[in-house]
């Protein structure tokens, strides 16, 4: 959906909000009950009640000030990019919610309710409030983050409706678009480099190499109608490489890529797409994701130094393995690993290529003499997987996905083999719990094609259910 950015980012923000909000409710009563009346204690003489007196007001707190804020347009998607004004309207939502909060506890005469605490909580929450706020942004400009956030789109069409919509995605940032160029509609033949200011980057028959050689999440078309119907193998190449494709204006053929109707900036859009669009299913996947890999981590630190300690005893090199991988479409970022192998294992690929047991651009072999003593039993459990929990609190990956190719790897897909990318790559899959590398490449593509297709919460439930005894089965792992 095209406002999926924004809702994500919308959903954050209210989450760093009730954080804030419970920071402040739980100063507020630490200040009040233990500062206050130690310091002023000829005004404030006694601390306050049990904090569990206190606790039920939170009932209360989150539906006032989050709907205050929503209230006051502090939760669209234009107000998250500007901070005019925004103290100010923290300013009067933590006063209004004051006033009914007041108003509840007089209400529902609710005895022994400090006012002090209550005037602090509300001080408390403009300025947490305004914290958040500025935390979450600076979040999303950290190095890496920002092309995470963005969806880079191209434009099909340098006719004047092309150039207004191209000049509409340029103009509404918010929206999270990046306009990487125009595509002209014209197959073959020559074409102008710039149109109307912006860039035009190739012909229709340049799609597919643009798309394979860029990270492009969506291809827009706003074409005369009466080409559209010419467009059918276009529509699905973008389908098989697992890029969002719309269209702006006229028919549009028949795919089995799922079709629906949206919205931008008051021009119709179909969009066709093989991938999931549930903002609300895929919001609550990276909630999964953190809580599953912070737990993982914090509690599994001792075996993470047990697992360094043995390695540096074991053979001369780093700890980690670090290996520049392909993420969502195509994005490159650092995938960790305990090293299992022997420090030039890279540069001696050529040696041991007769060795690979897999068919296609990937290799494999379960009998890989670059592999270390130590190696082979972390891969046989697994255990060299487990750095890649850092790769999913970085966003570049989820616990459930297909398994992350080498960019190399990428370059021999075949088309269709490329749309595995439009989901972000996971540690555990359906190739993992099914065979591993006792499974040929071809149907290797087609399960992450049919997890692709097939995805919910409840199949990342069984897959996650399934990988604990494949991973201690050790079966197909090399």
Same mark, same amino acid.
């Given at each position: ?15 760093? +909000? ?27 003489? @006694? ?72 005037? $602090? ?18 979040? /999303? ?20 409706? @092309? ?28 074409? +102008? ?5 912006? %860039?035009?980057?190739?012909?229709? +028959? +340049?799609? %597919? ?21 010419? !467009? ?8 098989? /490489? ?12 028949? $795919? ?29 996947k990276r909630v999964m994701d953190l809580a599953i890999a912070w737990t993982t981590v914090l509690a599994g630190l001792p075996l993470w130094l047990l697992i360094a300690v043995i390695i540096k005893a074991d053979s001369k090199g780093p700890i980690f393995f ?28 050529? %040696?041991?290529?007769? /060795? ?13 003499? *670059?592999?270390? *003593? ?8 697994? !255990? ?57 490449? %071809? ?14 919460? @409840? ?20």
């Amino acid at each position: 959906m095209l406002r999926e950015h924004s809702r994500l980012l919308i959903w954050r923000c209210v989450l760093v +909000d009730i954080l804030a909000l419970v920071l402040s409710f739980e100063t507020a009563y630490w200040i009040r009950s233990h500062i206050l009346s130690s310091v002023f204690d000829q005004w404030f003489p @006694a601390p306050l009640m049990s904090a569990m007196k206190y606790d039920w007001m939170y009932g209360f707190i989150f539906p006032i000030w989050l709907g205050l804020l929503y209230s006051a347009g502090l939760y669209h998607p234009a107000r998250l990019n500007t901070f005019r004004r925004m103290p100010i309207d923290l300013i009067k939502v933590s006063g209004t919610g004051l006033l009914l909060l007041m108003g509840v506890t007089y209400v529902l005469k609710v005895p022994d309710i400090s006012r002090a605490f209550l005037i $602090l909580f509300s001080a408390l929450t403009a300025v947490t409030l305004m914290a958040g706020r500025l935390a979450v942004r600076a979040w /999303l400009r950290r190095s890496g983050r920002e092309e995470l956030q963005w969806c880079n789109v191209i434009v099909v069409g340098t006719n004047e409706k @092309a150039l207004e919509f191209a000049r509409l995605v340029a103009t509404n940032r918010k929206w999270g678009f990046r306009l990487l160029g125009l595509v002209s509609e014209n197959r073959v033949g020559p074409y +102008d480099q710039r149109v109307g200011g912006y %860039e035009v980057i190739g012909t229709l +028959d +340049d799609l %597919e190499r643009i798309c394979n050689q860029r990270v492009v999440d969506e291809v827009i078309f706003v074409v005369p109608g009466k080409i559209v119907s010419e !467009l059918e193998d276009v529509f699905l190449m973008c389908e098989e /490489l697992g890029v969002n494709a719309r269209i702006a204006v006229g028919m549009f053929p028949h $795919l089995i890529a799922r079709a629906s109707l949206d919205e931008f900036v008051h021009i119709p859009l179909l969009t066709f797409t093989t991938k999931p669009t549930s903002w609300f299913a895929l919001g609550v996947k990276r909630v999964m994701d953190l809580a599953i890999a912070w737990t993982t981590v914090l509690a599994g630190l001792p075996l993470w130094l047990l697992i360094a300690v043995i390695i540096k005893a074991d053979s001369k090199g780093p700890i980690f393995f670090c290996q520049e991988r392909c993420g969502l479409n195509g994005r490159r970022f650092t995938m960790y690993k305990f090293r299992s192998m022997v420090v030039d294992a890279e540069s001696r690929l050529q %040696e041991v290529a007769k /060795l690979n047991e897999l068919s296609g651009p990937v290799f494999k072999a379960r009998n890989d003499p *670059r592999v270390t *003593r130590v190696g082979r039993i972390l891969r046989k459990c697994s !255990l060299d997987e487990i750095p890649q929990l850092l790769n999913v609190i970085k966003g570049d990956m989820s616990v459930v996905g297909p398994r992350p190719p080498l960019a190399v790897e990428v370059d021999k897909y075949e088309r269709w083999q490329r749309r595995r990318l439009s989901m972000k790559p996971g540690l555990t899959c359906l190739w993992a719990i099914r065979g591993r590398t006792l499974i040929p490449f %071809e149907q290797w593509m087609e399960m992450d094609l049919e997890y692709i297709d097939n995805w919910s919460l @409840a199949l990342d439930l069984q897959i996650l259910v399934k990988t604990v005894p494949a991973v201690f089965s050790g079966r197909g792992a090399s």
